[in-house]
């Protein structure tokens, strides 16, 4: 064979980071040893597999072709070693989320992932869902669960759950007391609402087409935490998913407003590469969420 994994190993490291020294830093290896076996890679095949610009690395064409196939092939080689050893099926399964996903449903579903893979770790990296696409669309996270849509090539997004915003504002804000809310008191209330490039705010404005421009937005911020505070605050009404509203309902002190003329459903959806290499253990993790869909 002309090549090892470990070259494979700072291939990756370095599509990843970019950088050769971030990529030998993260494989505990050393600059210069990173360095020979990702030129000897590159020289025993007569090839190249970055663009040199400075000290950055970029991927070229044939690098970005590769990079799937040496993924998989080095995640396969994983999982015979463990099977070689006798070890129990296990690995490292990195899930990225949205953070209304992320706050509210990802940490039980890995509670009961690790429950039933108790030798699997799971990393949970959380953002908008411009982040979360963009890591997973690098090969830096292995699936993505996601609020908004996407029109990714790269990106096969599966339908999950059904999810709904929900107006809401303080027990004592003037427009708690109306039983339900139109445009024009859509357009004189102040809003505070999610960020720009969050599935949530994808929602929102679909939802409130025709208003957005003229809507009176007085805060726009990346935590739902941040929004419920600063409407309890008497601030403005927000908007946001029911599922980061339940407790704050149940405890009174927050309300929902009746928006019934404007449709605010949405989907989640769960995402990988289209080139992602499907171990057993992201097998398991996607079954684990359609699963809990239907409990």
Known sequence: MKYSLRQLEVFLAAAHHE??????QSL????SAA????????????VQLFDRVGKRLQLNELGRALRPRAQELLEQARELEQGLAG??????????????????????LIARFMQD??????TLDVGNTAHVAKAVAGFSLDVGMIEG?????????????????????????PLAKRYRLNDDD??????????????????FDRGMQGLVPHLNVLLELQHTEGIKRA???GLGIGCLSRIALRDAFERGSLVPLHIPHRNLRRRFYLITHRRKYHSPGLERWLALCQASVTE
């Open 186 to 203: 859509l357009l004189a209330a102040t809003w505070i609402l999610r960020e720009p490039g969050s599935g949530t705010r994808q929602a």
């Open 117 to 122: 893979n108790p030798h699997s770790q799971v």
């Open 35 to 46: 360095s020979s076996a990702l030129r000897d890679l590159e020289h025993r095949f007569d």
């Open 231 to 233: 409407v309890e605050a």
């Open 87 to 108: 070890e129990e099926q296990g690995g490292l399964l990195k899930v990225g989320a949205t953070l209304t996903i992320g706050n509210y449903l990802a940490v039980g």
């Open 19 to 24: 950088n050769l020294t971030r990529a030998a």
């Open 28 to 31: 505990a290896m050393s600059q």
């Open 149 to 173: 849509e996407l029109h990714e090539p790269e990106l096969v997004a599966t339908p999950w759950r059904e999810d709904e915003l929900i107006a809401f504002c303080a027990p004592d804000y």
